[in-house]
């Protein structure tokens, strides 16, 4: 049964950069989709972005020129960075394997525990 | 870009039937999903391509899509229910979620 467990940081001060990781264990991060959802205190869920096991990715239009996530098959993690953070990215940030039986489509399971991310100074 | 617009809050009485609403253009034509939040907890998938339900989800969640709806259905609701609840579809490459639905089981 794969799990999912983000890691990093819990602060981060204004204007730098954000980075998380998430190892994937009880399966193989290869041959799958792997996404960064997050969540502020209180609100509703926000997709960041998803990256192919072979590097390709798609992000948020809304986070796209601040983000970059990437992927490391030899260590069964996927990684997430953005950049010159504000007070508005604090949240909750999931890691999420996505699933695609269909063209068109998109699903989300498991969700790691998340992690939250405090920015300020 | 895409919305999906969900009521704030449904109260449901236990054992009766709650549903949930999910409004977006065209939604029918698109495959929607269901994650269910309960407090302090990561989401879980519930329902998935409209109305399937992964293992270990119990058969009394079921869901439904027509036209510009799509509805999550909780039959006989537990305590155990009570929770946030968002939709999702998958439109033009972007992933999109609900503004979320709480359910109130009292």
């Known amino acids: 049964q794969v799990q999912l467990q983000e890691s990093g940081p819990g602060l981060v001060k204004p204007s730098e950069t954000l980075s998380l990781t998430c190892t994937v264990s009880?399966?193989?991060?290869?041959?799958?989709?792997w996404s960064w959802i997050r969540q502020p205190p209180g609100k509703a869920l926000e997709w960041i972005g998803y990256?192919?096991?072979?590097?390709?990715?798609t992000y948020n239009p809304s986070l796209k020129s601040r983000v970059t996530i990437s992927v490391d098959p030899s260590q069964n993690q996927f990684s997430l960075k953005l950049s010159s953070v504000t007070a508005a990215d604090t949240a909750f940030y999931y890691c999420?394997?996505?699933?695609?039986?269909?063209?068109?489509?998109?699903?989300?399971?498991?969700w790691g525990q998340g992690t939250l991310v405090t920015v300020a100074s | 870009s895409y919305d999906l617009s969900q009521s704030p809050s449904v109260s449901v009485s236990p054992g009766q039937t709650a549903t949930i609403p999910c409004s977006g253009d065209k939604l029918g034509d698109k495959f929607v999903s269901w994650y269910q939040q309960r407090p302090g907890q990561s989401p879980v998938l519930v329902i998935y391509q409209d109305d399937k339900r992964p293992s270990g989800i119990p058969e009394r969640f079921s869901g439904s899509t027509s036209g510009n709806t799509a509805t999550l259905i909780i039959s006989g609701t537990q305590a155990l229910d009570e929770a946030d609840y968002y939709c999702?579809?998958?439109?033009?490459?972007?992933?999109?979620f609900g503004g979320g639905t709480k359910l109130t089981v009292l």
């Open positions: 999420a394997r996505r699933h695609r039986d269909f063209v068109g489509e998109a699903y989300f399971d498991p």
């Open positions: 999702q579809v998958w439109d033009s490459s972007v992933v999109v």
């Open positions: 990256i192919y096991h072979n590097g390709i990715t």
């Open positions: 009880g399966g193989s991060i290869s041959g799958d989709y």
